[in-house]
């Protein structure tokens, strides 16, 4: 229990498991016991649910990867815990054999007592251990701490009256949820209250709290009065509120009611409904005060509900379906908000769920092959084209996820499978990873394209649907004016090459600033051949006035261009 890490877990299993002892006469398989399993984290038990649920695999790529994985699992695990409820438990639970171990009884217990204290030379009658192991609860672990203690102080003997005086003993005591449920829904039995006690003592004492202790601290109490304070104290201590009024909720129905008027089912539900306003009051005005009166509601169940035959209790299971459905309903609506307007109007969430989800999880699920999307024929493209349109309709998607040991999976988004999936019925066909990959970037690139043809179509004017005016006669004279406002890609490449082509040529001019004049025959043959050489005009006219703009390069490269024979082709 020192280090629980996956890789220390991971490491100490397969030692146990795949080794053996190879000298002396026993070579028997070594068997694997891990105490205290409540308390590893989920990751830790999923490495040992891999260990278990290893396949044999056959062939020889099977023993090649058995053997890199560590072989299968020949040896026996056992695992103990003391509450095997514990949420990281649910997974291994159901791949285990249960063993429930009850309580050891009092008797078996001062017996056993009784042979350790006489082993260390401690003298202890049958009522002293008997009341040591009633104040306990016949915790063995409890009762053998208790008479070290007493035996290493120098106390050679144990009676009634020590036990009952002494705080010791008492630090380790927890019990678990269906023990305090099991004691609210049954009576006690009275010997269980006679074992050890003195009458004579106070009565704090005999309780074992200060705080419960009658106002004039003499005299017991009667049974109605030490039961109320004995629940009292067992709801107190457990400090789990919350789960302690939902297992009561759970399984109050179940006991035998004495009243033929339901008056006792009635008044239960009142104190749960006063439970709940107090539970309300504490976390939205903050009220902490009032968390003082909620460890009455067991006494009131005990009270109303107690009887002496052992109850059946089963776990709460009320606020885990709450949770679990309000958790479906927002991913239906999650859905819902981000579909197409048109898909929205005729699918309800009701009809969603009960018609559309359970075919439409079909229909995104398509055999794709694992190629590339080039490779893909004429009818293949079109279903994933049909397949992106049906996805961004209902608001789908696929994103990635890191699983706790490492391994990327993509997974729907919203998940409504868990909305629909069922444990009864097969598994549904699942897309490999490169598939879903594909389609979650096929899905974000066509969602950049109707990104793109939305701002294209906000923005340029006279377009149906932008105006009350038509193209052809916009009414306010801004048309012509204005333009097209869209520029070709060739003018926008190509932008400072026009700028360059459009500046007016400057006067010549001489050192000191004047213009030269020449004479008109020079002028006449300058200008032609500038008119020959300005390559830079007719260009900037060309690129300004056509759709197409080429312009050639010299020299000479066969990156693209080479000779190709006929005898090649043939």
Request: glycine residues 6%; proline residues 5%; positive net charge.
């Amino acid at each position: 229990s020192d280090d629980r890490s996956p890789e220390v877990f991971r490491t100490r299993i397969e030692a146990a498991t795949q080794m053996r002892s190879v000298l002396g006469s026993q070579e028997s398989p070594n068997c694997l016991i891990i105490d205290e399993i409540d308390g590893a984290p989920a990751a830790s038990i999923n490495v040992l649910l891999a260990i278990i649920q290893r396949k044999d695999r056959e062939g020889e790529a099977g023993t090649g990867r058995r053997r890199r994985e560590g072989g299968l699992l020949l040896r026996p695990i056992i695992c103990i815990c003391n509450d095997q409820y514990v949420p990281a438990l649910r997974p291994l639970r159901q791949q285990s054999f249960l063993l429930s171990f009850p309580r050891t009884a009092p008797s078996r217990l001062a017996q056993r007592l009784s042979e350790v204290a006489l082993r260390q030379g401690m003298r202890a009658d049958t009522g002293a251990l008997l009341a040591l192991c009633e104040k306990t609860d016949s915790d063995i672990r409890s009762c053998i701490n208790t008479l070290q203690f007493l035996h290493g102080r120098g106390q050679r003997e144990l009676s009634v009256q020590m036990v009952q005086t002494m705080r010791v003993g008492l630090k380790d005591q927890n019990k678990g949820l269906f023990s305090i449920w099991q004691e609210i829904f049954q009576l006690p039995k009275l010997q269980r209250h006679r074992i050890g006690m003195d009458p004579s003592l106070p009565a704090q004492l005999l309780l074992g709290d200060e705080d419960l202790a009658h106002p004039e601290g003499s005299g017991g109490f009667n049974s109605s009065s030490h039961r109320f304070h004995h629940i009292l104290h067992l709801s107190i201590s457990s400090g789990e509120q919350e789960k302690l009024a939902q297992g009561l909720f759970e399984n109050f129905l179940k006991m035998k009611v004495r009243d033929s008027s339901l008056g006792s089912v009635c008044l239960a539900l009142e104190w749960l409904s006063f439970c709940d306003l107090l539970g309300r009051a504490v976390l939205q005005g903050q009220s902490f005060q009032l968390l003082r009166y909620l460890p009455f509601l067991p006494v009131a169940f005990h009270l109303l509900f107690a009887a002496t035959s052992i109850p059946r209790l089963a776990y709460p299971s009320s606020q885990p379906e709450a949770t679990k459905l309000s958790q479906m309903q927002n991913l239906v609506l999650c859905m819902v908000s981000g579909m197409a307007p048109g898909a929205r109007g005729r699918a309800g969430q009701q009809a969603l769920v009960l018609e559309v989800l359970c075919l439409l999880l079909d229909i995104i699920a398509p055999k794709l092959r694992p190629v590339n999307t080039q490779l893909y024929s004429l009818k293949e493209k079109q279903q994933l084209a049909e397949l992106i349109s049906t996805m961004l309709t209902y608001n789908l998607t696929y994103l990635q996820e890191r699983l706790p040991e490492g391994q990327y999976v993509f997974k729907l988004d919203p998940d409504v499978e868990a909305v629909c999936r069922f444990p009864a019925l097969p598994a549904r066909r699942q897309l490999s990873y490169q598939a879903k990959q594909l389609i979650a970037r096929e899905i974000e690139l066509e969602k950049m394209r109707r990104a793109e043809a939305r701002s294209l179509a906000q923005t340029l004017p006279g377009e149906p649907g932008s105006g009350l005016c038509s193209p052809q006669d916009p009414g306010n004279g801004l048309r012509d004016q204005q333009g097209d406002t869209r520029t070709p890609n060739h003018q926008q490449h190509l932008e400072h090459i026009v700028r360059r082509a459009a500046v007016q040529d400057k006067p010549e001019v001489d050192f000191f600033g004047r213009p030269l004049q020449r004479k008109e025959v020079a002028t006449t043959l300058a200008s032609e051949v500038s008119k020959e050489e300005s390559l830079e005009l007719q260009l900037g006219k060309a690129v300004g006035r056509s759709d197409v703009w080429f312009r050639f390069h010299e020299g000479f490269s066969n990156a693209v261009r080479r000779n190709l024979y006929i005898r090649d082709l043939l």
